[in-house]
């Protein structure tokens, strides 16, 4: 079935059926609800290319993806993918993903832009003083960032979360518990939400007159090998000075991390205790650990579906969302973390 034979089967003007299914606001509710029952009972798929020309829209949201040799895949950006998805496919909207040298996402953003397969770009992973900024907004294009960028101005378009305070929230509760020595297994230092995950703990142990000792910290992929690795250097110091109190920036990292701690024969959340940042991945519940984890949680597929309802929203001009959202982490207590030992 194609356009013409849906709208005289509807008994309207193909210009209304196309605005309908749009989204444009001057299509009345009533009509849009007809029109949308009539596509779902008969099936019918527009054209695409027709479409295009009809509404100036490629129907498509754009986004780079660094990758090079030796680069592993992330489960994280996985996770945040499905729920873009989702909210895709509720608008029969496309993604077009481009691959691109890490050095050059400034030029593959402008290329994918002035490429006009797509309506709007996305962007994450963001860094301090992100050179991306500055070339999004100069385009005459919609744009949304996963994230901020520590050291930029504050003026872009955003959804993240409070980094900061779930951190800080989190070692203030292991501050509680009695604990002073820490250690921090975070993501790569140059990414923002690295960056601000420390500053929360640096914030919340100065408080207390505490400072992190940096051969306890470490700043790498999130993987659970990274995880293992780190772990079980900072078990290698000696007693008195190891931590009792360990965050890890995602449960993947965590995974490796609790693995080091069983082999060195020592109990979660009575030895060490421990919070990581949990991202709802769907293959990974803390709850399900041995030792069910202690967590921040934030949904990544949650963002997902908001940053696509974001975009899609702006470029079919349907509703108005807030430039910037900041969520707050949820802290979830489990038995990860006890009282500092004696």
Sequence with gaps: MNLKQLSQMLGLSQTTVSRALNGYPEVNRETRERVLKAVRETGY?????????ATGKAGSIGLVMPTS??????VHFSEFLTGLGEEALRHDFHFVLTPADPNDEVGALRRLAASGNVDALFVNYMRG???RLEMLKSLSMPFLVHGRSIGSEPDYPFLDIDNEAAFYDATKLLLQLGHRRFALLNGPI?????????????AALAERGLALDEACVSHTPMTDEQGLLAMERILQMEKDKRPTAVLCS???LALGAVRAINQAKLKLGEDISMIAHDDVLTLLKPENFTVPLTTTRSSLRAAGVRIAE??????????????????????????STGVAPA
């Design 45 to 53: 798929r527009p054209n695409k290319a027709a479409q295009r020309l």
């Design 69 to 74: 040799p030796g680069n592993s895949s992330d």
């Design 129 to 131: 003083h992100d050179p």
């Design 190 to 202: 140059y990414f923002d939400f690295a960056i601000r995950r420390k500053n929360g703990m640096d």
């Design 250 to 252: 995602s449960t993947v």
């Design 310 to 335: 974001r975009l899609i929203g702006e470029i079919k001009h349907t509703e108005t969302f807030p430039a910037q959202e900041l969520w707050k982490a949820e802290l979830i207590v489990r038995a």
